[in-house]
């Protein structure tokens, strides 16, 4: 068990639209869900974290108001990159994690492209 | 503040050589310790883990062990396969009731045949 799933893959966008990546648990609920985003060869960069029900916590440096998130339910978060940049252009990485536990299980990504 | 550090990479290896790959942490207290895997173009995928002092994580050929008192969680597998090749992430947490990971650089193994 401990599946994690995200949707879309791969995304290409014009500058200036508002794009949704889906991150869901499959088979278990996730009390917390975790964005990173990754550069090309670099490691995860922690954007964010949220419990289901309130509000996300957003890393330094990190705009709220660009990458929204909601954790509507204890399955399903979702992150928008609103009104992108050619410089949003990443790799978006959810995880979640269950309970007390302090382990998270990744999905497997969605790249994303503005152009 | 807390922090995990690898071994800076590329790492190439001849099939069936051996493999280390150093990693150390600093830790106001004990965290839980991680690596994982990242294939080209996907996601992470956890490897192994130990979550107490001297636990042996192990998988797939690969294990690490919890070594407090050096601070380390070294990987290490025996007889490396081409399909092996990938980044490699070292990885704690707990350090925090956030369950914040906290992770190394990435250590990027290329395997000849």
């Known amino acids: 068990g401990a599946v994690v799933s995200q949707h879309p893959s791969r995304v290409i966008c014009k500058s200036g639209t508002s794009v949704k990546i889906e991150c869901r648990s499959l088979?278990?609920?996730?009390?917390?869900m975790f964005w990173y985003r990754q550069f090309p060869k670099q490691s995860l960069m922690l954007m964010a974290t949220?419990?289901?029900?309130?509000?996300?916590?957003?890393e330094q440096g990190v705009e709220k108001d660009k990458f929204l998130i909601n954790h509507a339910s204890l399955t399903l978060s979702t992150l928008t990159v609103t009104s992108a940049h050619p410089e949003d252009s990443s790799f978006y990485i959810c995880?979640?994690?269950?309970?007390?536990?302090?382990?998270?299980?990744f999905g497997p990504g969605t790249r994303l492209t503005v152009t | 503040g807390n922090s995990v550090t690898q071994m800076e990479g590329p790492v190439t290896l001849s099939e069936e050589a051996f493999l280390t790959i150093n990693c150390t942490y600093t830790?106001?207290?004990?965290?839980?310790l991680f690596w994982y895997v990242q294939y080209p173009g996907e996601g992470l995928q956890l490897l192994l883990k130990?979550?107490?002092?001297?636990d042996k994580g192990s998988n797939k050929g690969f294990e690490a062990t919890y070594r407090k008192e050096t601070t380390s969680f070294h990987l290490e597998k025996g007889s490396v396969q081409v399909s092996d090749s990938a980044v490699y992430f070292c990885a704690g947490s707990g350090y925090s009731s956030a369950s914040k990971i906290i992770f190394g650089s990435g250590t990027r193994l290329s395997i000849r045949p």
């Open positions: 830790a106001t207290g004990y965290p839980s």
């Open positions: 088979d278990f609920q996730a009390t917390t």
């Open positions: 130990a979550t107490k002092a001297d």
């Open positions: 949220s419990n289901e029900g309130s509000k996300a916590t957003y």
């Open positions: 995880s979640a994690s269950k309970g007390d536990s302090y382990e998270q299980y």
